[in-house]
């Protein structure tokens, strides 16, 4: 009797350990699939460059002087100012603005941007550039849709 009691708790323990691991397979493959959905946001921003926005001639209206921000004007001789376009989506400009602050000293310069400013300047300016057939006009189109398209995969559309 005593035997069949020790293997009844032994199937018992067994079984429980089973349905536990299914349970935690289960549980860690929803986790995996919810991360894959179509509408899930992957981020709430997304570090871009000034030039993701086409040529100063297109872009200054939305953001400004392509130079630093905190000089009056551009430097007179070639030079390549590393201006940081921040997308941003389901967050304040103020939080974003903390999480990148602007610092002149180390020569870090943003411009902040809502997901829904740049999604519209974006299609607007690819609509307007579509019927210039000059290629150089098209490579700017396709680096406009080259942004849009690397915006809607890490903020969602």
């Known amino acids: 009797m005593t035997q069949l009691k020790a293997l009844t708790l032994n199937q018992l323990a067994r079984g429980?350990?089973?349905i536990i691991l299914l349970t935690l397979c289960?549980?860690?493959l929803l986790n995996a699939c919810a991360g894959f959905t179509p509408t899930s946001t992957k981020q709430h921003y997304i570090d871009l460059t000034y030039s993701d926005f086409g040529p100063?001639?297109?872009a200054t209206d939305l953001l400004g002087?392509?130079?630093w921000q905190w000089n009056p004007h551009g430097d007179?001789?070639?030079r390549h100012y590393n201006v940081?376009?921040?997308v941003y989506r389901n967050m304040?400009?103020?939080d974003i603005r903390k999480h990148f602050p602007i610092d002149e000293a180390t020569e870090k310069d943003y411009r902040y941007l809502p997901y829904t400013t740049a999604i519209n300047y974006l299609d607007t300016n690819i609509t307007?550039?579509?019927s210039d057939d000059e290629s150089v006009v098209q490579e700017i189109r396709e680096r406009l849709i080259q942004t849009r398209r690397e915006i809607v995969q890490a903020l969602g559309d």
């Open 76 to 78: 007179p001789r070639p």
């Open 128 to 130: 307007a550039l579509a």
């Open 84 to 86: 940081h376009v921040i």
């Open 92 to 94: 304040t400009e103020s």
């Open 65 to 67: 002087s392509e130079w």
């Open 26 to 28: 289960g549980i860690l």
């Open 16 to 18: 429980k350990t089973k």
């Open 56 to 58: 100063p001639s297109l």
